[in-house]
């Protein structure tokens, strides 16, 4: 299973473009609340997920993915929940797919998840990614089993990235042509 959090504040188009292209190339994901299971996102947009983060097993789970969009104060919310800290350290502990976007990749940074790692965050967030090498004028970086995008306008991109991580880069182009992205 493929979780996709979301928190109050949230960037609406950084969360829900993974959920849109996952579901499209047929990949299991669900939207995971942190701030309750009912968000209000940062353009005032109103999202009941499929289950709050209250409602996941952490000791049992094993997913494939974990998707932390950006968005302020989307990002801090996220940061602040200890149980998004201890899913995504189910995730690495079981080789998953750690993946976030905009200021979220600051997160990953900040528990020295990107020591090594080539990596992107949002600009002012940059500073952020401890022990990183900034990919500057890249949109999209993967390295690993992490992927980072540098923001909204990237998002779509960045669906596409995890799809192909997920299943296959075949895959990705079937669905980006079906959404005419290609």
């Given at each position: 299973?493929?979780?996709?959090?979301l928190?109050?504040?949230t960037e609406?188009?950084e969360a829900?473009s993974?959920?849109d292209v996952l579901?499209?190339?047929?990949?299991?994901?669900k939207?995971?609340?942190v701030?309750?299971?009912?968000?209000?996102?940062?353009?005032?947009?109103t999202?009941?997920?499929?289950?709050?983060i209250d409602e996941?097993?952490?000791?049992?789970e094993?997913?494939e993915?974990?998707?932390l969009?950006?968005?302020m104060?989307?990002t801090?919310?996220?940061?602040?929940?200890?149980?998004?800290?201890?899913l995504i350290d189910?995730v690495?502990e079981n080789?998953g797919l750690?993946?976030?976007i905009?200021?979220?990749?600051?997160i990953?940074?900040h528990?020295?998840?990107l020591e090594?790692k080539?990596a992107?965050?949002f600009?002012s967030f940059?500073?952020?990614?401890?022990?990183?090498?900034?990919?500057?004028?890249?949109?999209?970086?993967?390295?690993?089993?992490?992927?980072?995008?540098?923001?909204?306008?990237?998002a779509l991109?960045f669906?596409?990235a995890?799809?192909?991580a997920?299943?296959?880069?075949?895959n990705?182009?079937?669905?980006?042509?079906?959404?005419?992205?290609?």
């Amino acid at each position: 299973m493929v979780y996709v959090l979301l928190a109050d504040g949230t960037e609406e188009i950084e969360a829900l473009s993974p959920v849109d292209v996952l579901r499209r190339g047929g990949v299991a994901v669900k939207t995971v609340g942190v701030t309750g299971k009912t968000v209000c996102l940062s353009h005032k947009v109103t999202v009941t997920c499929d289950l709050s983060i209250d409602e996941l097993n952490l000791e049992e789970e094993k997913p494939e993915a974990v998707i932390l969009p950006g968005g302020m104060p989307g990002t801090i919310n996220l940061e602040n929940s200890a149980r998004v800290h201890k899913l995504i350290d189910r995730v690495a502990e079981n080789d998953g797919l750690l993946c976030a976007i905009c200021a979220a990749p600051s997160i990953l940074g900040h528990r020295h998840l990107l020591e090594g790692k080539r990596a992107i965050a949002f600009p002012s967030f940059e500073k952020d990614l401890y022990g990183a090498t900034v990919c500057e004028g890249e949109a999209v970086v993967r390295d690993g089993n992490i992927i980072t995008a540098r923001g909204a306008g990237v998002a779509l991109a960045f669906a596409l990235a995890i799809l192909s991580a997920l299943t296959s880069e075949e895959n990705a182009q079937q669905t980006a042509k079906a959404m005419q992205c290609q």
